[in-house]
C-alpha cells in the first residue's frame, strides 16, 4: 500500500506538471492497484483483529503502539471512504492531505510497534 501511494503521488505530480498522457494513465492504473491492494489490507486487517489484536489486549502487551497501529488504520480506513464518496469540492483536498500524511505516518509507527513488542 505505501509504495503504490508513492508511486501514485509521484505520477499524480509528474501528470500536473508535465500534462503527459502516460502519466494520466499511469496515476489511474496506480490508483486502481492502491484500491484493489486496500481491499485485501482491508481483509487482512479483519483477520489480524481477533487472532493477534485481541489476544494481545487480553495479555496486556503493546497496547499503546497497538492502539496507535488501530487508530491510524481506522483513520486511513475512513480518510479512504471519503476520499471515494464525499464528492465536495471543498472537503476532498483536505482528506486527501491527510490520508497521505496519515499513509507516510504508517511504516513508522508499524516498525515502532514491532520494535516495541519484540523488545519485551
Known amino acids: 500500500m ?3 501511494g508513492c508511486a501514485w503521488l509521484f505520477a499524480d505530480w509528474q501528470k ?5 498522457d502516460v502519466w494520466q494513465a499511469s496515476a489511474a ?3 486502481m492497484l492502491h484500491g484493489g491492494g ?12 481477533p487472532v493477534h489484536a485481541h489476544r494481545a489486549w ?16 481506522a483513520l486511513l480506513i475512513a ?7 464525499v464528492g465536495s ?9 491527510f490520508h497521505i500524511i496519515a ?15 519484540r523488545s519485551r
Open 16 to 20: 500536473r506538471i508535465a500534462g503527459d
Open 58 to 73: 487480553r495479555a496486556k502487551k503493546n497496547r499503546i503502539s497497538g492502539s496507535a497501529m488501530i487508530t491510524l488504520n
Open 89 to 97: 469540492e471543498i472537503a476532498r483536498p483536505w482528506i486527501s492531505d
Open 103 to 117: 499513509g507516510f505516518c504508517l511504516p513508522a509507527v508499524a516498525l515502532m510497534h514491532i520494535a516495541v513488542g
Open 2 to 4: 505505501f509504495f503504490t
Open 79 to 85: 480518510s479512504a471512504f471519503g476520499l471515494y464518496y
Open 29 to 31: 492504473w496506480l490508483l
Open 38 to 49: 486496500a481491499m485485501v489490507t482491508l481483509l487482512l486487517l479483519g483477520a489480524l483483529v
